[in-house]
């Protein structure tokens, strides 16, 4: 697989990947009324992560948002953190996933440059991936506890459904059950993860092979006629000197 395709699948995903979190943040289904047990139907009830909603058999939608942030369950604001991060995570490397690609022909810009956006876009993608996984699954086991303890309850009241605290652990009471924005989290979270890879793999067949062999700069020997010049006249004028007080002279 050549290193433009395997790059140009990994930032499809990974905008798919990232599109699929947009979308789960902003549905109101993360969690839905299990209506296998409850004689009232006519009314469903789910909730997301910013509001709740009622949805009558007529037709009738009201929905009522969360208006307090720190009568919230800690877990609960934790998963709303996580989902933020991913999403800004996965939008600021499709921006960079842009630039990054090696179609598209951006200035003079080298290919080890390109490369190594590629590897940070790869990197961001999958740690948003983990982010909306992780966010998901938290959410999830706190439908889970929830739904055992309501079934528990149920099933420990008196004759009838009906314990001694009135309704509460009766069939009346609703139990949550995984709702079809969780299923939305999971997959765009898988799919960035998925583009995420692809784009550290594109990344390494991006860089540019490192020269085997080392070339040495090899500088040519100048001639000075001037310093060599002055350096025979040197040694000449040394040579001289010595030889000086040996030599006798005949004067007439």
């Known amino acids: 697989m050549s290193a433009t395709l395997c790059q140009v699948m990994g930032f499809v995903v990974g905008l798919l990947g990232v599109a ?30 910013w509001r709740s909603c009622v949805r009558q058999s007529s037709g009738f939608t009201e929905c009522r948002p969360y208006f307090t942030i720190l ?23 499709t921006m960079i996933g842009i630039f990054a690609l090696k179609c598209l022909k951006i200035g003079n810009m080298e290919d080890n440059v390109k490369a190594t956006m590629t590897l940070t876009t790869g990197i961001m993608f999958a740690l948003s991936g983990i982010c909306a996984i992780a ?26 459904g009906f314990g001694n605290s009135g309704f509460i652990g009766s069939p009346l009471t609703p139990r949550y059950t995984f709702g079809s924005a969780l299923f939305v989290g999971w997959v765009g979270g898988g799919l960035l993860v998925v583009g995420g890879v692809l784009m550290c ?52």
């Open 71 to 93: 009568g919230l369950p800690g877990l609960f604001q934790a998963v709303r953190a996580l989902m933020i991060v991913g999403i800004v995570l996965g939008v600021i490397a």
């Open 135 to 160: 966010g998901v699954s938290i959410f999830a086991n706190l439908i889970v506890t929830n739904f055992m303890m309501t079934t528990w309850s149920s099933s420990a009241s008196g004759p009838g």
């Open 20 to 49: 699929g979190i947009i979308a789960c943040t902003g549905m109101d289904m993360w969690s839905t009324e299990d209506l296998s047990d409850n004689p009232v139907t006519a009314i469903n009830t789910y909730a997301g992560l």
């Open 201 to 252: 793999v594109a990344c390494r067949s991006m860089m540019p092979e490192k020269q085997r062999y080392e070339t040495a700069a090899y500088k040519a020997a100048t001639y000075r006629s001037e310093g060599k010049s002055k350096n025979y006249n040197d040694s000449y004028r040394a040579q001289s000197t010595v030889a000086a007080p040996n030599q006798k002279y005949d004067y007439v």
